[in-house]
């Protein structure tokens, strides 16, 4: 079952901004899952829609099974959104902002469950501050916190993390994945390319309302990653017609001092290293220096938002 099955769902702002354009999407229950895309891709447009902060114009969705839009009170206490922006009323402390959302969800306040999130979200030290005097860093935990208050099925990430300095994030991340493995399903945006790589086992990449790609992560990087054997020479290197030509199946890129050369498959799954190596070595000598890169989410994501892709060989 899908913890959440999105179709057709549309966006336009009252000024005529598209901001979503017929986006399916499925979300499988107990995923980790990244929304992906560049500034005003409509990740926060969609996450708003689901959080009932923004009214979609066309499309559905089911949550768990239920219509999101028909059924949004029970839809409402499965769902622990942490919104992109952060907004506190200034006097109230931590543990009275997750008191307060515990009563907003109908609840009498989990004391164990909020002591249990201001510790793991390391937030306990500062119980005596009221929200105005917390860093960025730590409003922004708090809201995490206040996501999760109420123990919701699918969490759902806004940009948790911008802010955040790398080892909290870390620790961030291993309790979300804590979550994940006892079940929750996640669902979050990020910049962070490199940490939705390592985190998420599902990836929807969404550019201009429009969802490029969604499959799951292990999926996109077999079909769309691939990878480079570079090799560096201590002489200046430049390509004949002959070289290009011998070469041509690797897709050769030359810089002063260095070939990089794009390997394929095999019928067999291998690569195709070993025959790039000795092509190249044939036309220029053993190198001095040699290496295989394999791309990494962050180009496939460059390549599929027709970005620039970086040349890092
Ligand atoms: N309240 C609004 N009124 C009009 N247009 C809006 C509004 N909010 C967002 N937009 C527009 O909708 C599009 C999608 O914005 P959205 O905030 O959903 O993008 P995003 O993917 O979350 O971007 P970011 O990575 O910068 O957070 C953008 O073109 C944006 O300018
Ligand atoms: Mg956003």
Same mark, same amino acid.
């Given at each position: 079952?899908?913890?959440?099955?999105?179709?057709?769902?549309?966006?336009?702002?009252?000024?005529?901004?598209?901001?979503?354009?017929?986006?399916?999407?499925?979300?499988?229950?107990?995923?980790?899952?990244?929304?992906?895309?560049?500034?005003? !891709?409509?990740? *926060?447009? /969609?996450?708003?829609?689901?959080? $009932?902060?923004?009214?979609?114009?066309?499309?559905?969705? #089911? &949550?768990?099974?239920?219509?999101?839009?028909?059924?949004?009170?029970?839809?409402?206490?499965?769902?622990?959104?942490?919104?992109?922006?952060?907004?506190?009323?200034?006097?109230?402390?931590?543990?009275?902002?997750? !008191?307060?959302? *515990?009563? /907003?969800?109908?609840?009498?306040? $989990?004391?164990?469950?909020?002591?249990?999130?201001?510790? #793991? &979200?390391?937030?306990?030290?500062?119980?005596?501050?009221?929200?105005?005097?917390?860093?960025?860093?730590?409003?922004?935990?708090?809201?995490?916190?206040?996501?999760?208050?109420?123990?919701?099925?699918?969490?759902?990430?806004?940009?948790?993390?911008?802010?955040?300095?790398?080892?909290?994030?870390?620790?961030?991340?291993?309790?979300?994945?804590? &979550?994940?493995?006892?079940?929750?399903?996640?669902?979050?945006?990020?910049?962070?390319?490199?940490?939705?790589?390592?985190?998420?086992?599902?990836?929807?990449?969404?550019?201009?309302?429009?969802?490029?790609?969604?499959?799951?992560?292990?999926?996109?990087?077999?079909?769309?990653?691939?990878?480079?054997?570079?090799?560096?020479?201590?002489?200046? &290197?430049?390509?004949?017609?002959?070289?290009?030509?011998?070469?041509?199946?690797?897709?050769?890129?030359?810089?002063?001092?260095?070939?990089?050369?794009?390997?394929?498959?095999?019928?067999?799954?291998?690569?195709?290293?070993?025959?790039?190596?000795?092509?190249?070595?044939?036309?220029?000598?053993?190198?001095?220096?040699?290496?295989?890169?394999?791309?990494?989410?962050?180009?496939?994501?460059?390549?599929?938002?027709?970005?620039?892709?970086?040349?890092?060989?």
């Amino acid at each position: 079952m899908s913890a959440l099955e999105i179709k057709g769902l549309s966006k336009v702002y009252s000024n005529g901004n598209v901001a979503l354009h017929d986006v399916s999407l499925s979300v499988p229950k107990g995923s980790f899952f990244a929304l992906l895309g560049p500034n005003g !891709a409509g990740k *926060s447009t /969609l996450i708003n829609i689901l959080a $009932d902060t923004v009214l979609a114009t066309g499309g559905s969705a #089911r &949550l768990f099974d239920q219509d999101l839009f028909a059924e949004r009170n029970w839809c409402k206490r499965q769902i622990g959104v942490v919104p992109q922006e952060v907004a506190f009323d200034p006097f109230f402390t931590p543990r009275e902002v997750l !008191a307060i959302t *515990s009563g /907003l969800f109908g609840s009498k306040p $989990d004391d164990a469950w909020i002591d249990h999130l201001l510790d #793991r &979200l390391e937030l306990t030290a500062h119980v005596g501050k009221n929200t105005r005097q917390l860093s960025g860093g730590m409003r922004r935990r708090l809201l995490v916190a206040q996501a999760l208050v109420h123990k919701p099925k699918l969490v759902i990430l806004d940009e948790p993390t911008a802010g955040v300095d790398v080892e909290l994030r870390r620790r961030l991340w291993g309790f979300m994945r804590e &979550l994940n493995a006892a079940g929750t399903t996640i669902l979050l945006t990020t910049h962070y390319l490199d940490e939705a790589e390592e985190l998420c086992d599902h990836v929807a990449i969404i550019d201009q309302g429009k969802v490029v790609t969604a499959q799951p992560m292990a999926d996109l990087m077999q079909q769309v990653a691939s990878s480079y054997l570079w090799m560096n020479y201590d002489k200046p &290197l430049s390509l004949s017609e002959a070289d290009t030509l011998a070469l041509t199946d690797f897709k050769p890129r030359v810089s002063d001092t260095g070939v990089c050369l794009q390997l394929g498959k095999l019928e067999n799954g291998q690569s195709t290293f070993h025959t790039a190596y000795e092509a190249a070595v044939a036309r220029f000598g053993p190198p001095q220096d040699a290496g295989v890169r394999s791309e990494d989410l962050e180009d496939v994501f460059l390549r599929l938002t027709k970005k620039e892709i970086r040349e890092r060989t």
